[in-house]
C-alpha cells in the first residue's frame, strides 16, 4: 500500500515498465551502445533497467558496468531496484557499484559533471521525472550545435 505521506515527501512517481517499452525504447534501440543510461531518481529501476532484456545474456554484465547508473534517495527502493538488476543476472556485487542511495538534488553525481561530452535528454513522465542519457563523442561540439528535442506522451 502506498504511503501517502512518503509519497508526497519524496514526489514518488512509480512509472511502469510499459512506458519505457511503448515510449522509450524505441526512441533508444538503435543506440544502446552509444550512450550511459542514468536515472537519478530510479525507484524500483522501471526506466532503465529493462534496457537489459534487449542486451544478450553473455554480454549483460559488461553492458551494464559501463552503460547503466541508477540514483534514489530511499534504500528500500535502491534494494528493489538491485534484486531486479539481480533478475536480469547481473551480480549483487556490480549492481551495488552502479545502483546507489544518493540525494540527487544535494549531491550530483560526479561522474557525469567529469563528463564535458556528456548530451542529457529528460525525459518527464507524470511529474518530476528526469531520465539522462549521456554519450562520449570524439568530436568538440560547440554550444550552437546543440539542440534540444522535447517530447511530451499522453498518458
Known amino acids: 500500500m502506498l504511503d501517502i505521506n512518503k509519497h508526497r515527501l519524496f514526489g514518488q512517481h512509480f512509472i511502469p515498465e510499459n512506458i519505457f517499452n511503448e515510449y522509450i525504447f524505441p526512441e533508444i ?51 528493489i531496484a538491485i534484486k531486479r538488476a539481480e533478475s536480469y543476472g547481473i551480480p549483487r ?9 544518493l540525494d540527487t538534488l544535494q549531491y550530483y553525481p560526479e561522474f557525469l559533471l567529469s563528463d564535458d561530452k556528456a548530451l542529457q535528454h529528460n525525459f518527464y513522465l507524470r511529474g518530476f ?3 539522462i542519457i549521456v554519450r ?20
Do not use: C
Open 29 to 79: 534501440k538503435d543506440k544502446l551502445y552509444d550512450y550511459k543510461f542514468v536515472d537519478m531518481f530510479a525507484g524500483e529501476g522501471n526506466l532503465i533497467l529493462p534496457i537489459l532484456k534487449n542486451i544478450p545474456e553473455d554480454k549483460r554484465v559488461d553492458y551494464f558496468k559501463k552503460h547503466i547508473f541508477l540514483f534514489d534517495i530511499q534504500p528500500e527502493l535502491v534494494d
Open 93 to 101: 556485487e556490480i549492481a551495488t557499484q552502479n545502483i546507489k542511495r
Open 129 to 131: 521525472k528526469q531520465l
Open 136 to 155: 562520449k563523442s570524439d568530436n568538440k561540439r560547440k554550444i550552437e550545435d546543440l539542440k534540444v528535442k522535447w517530447n511530451y506522451y499522453e498518458r
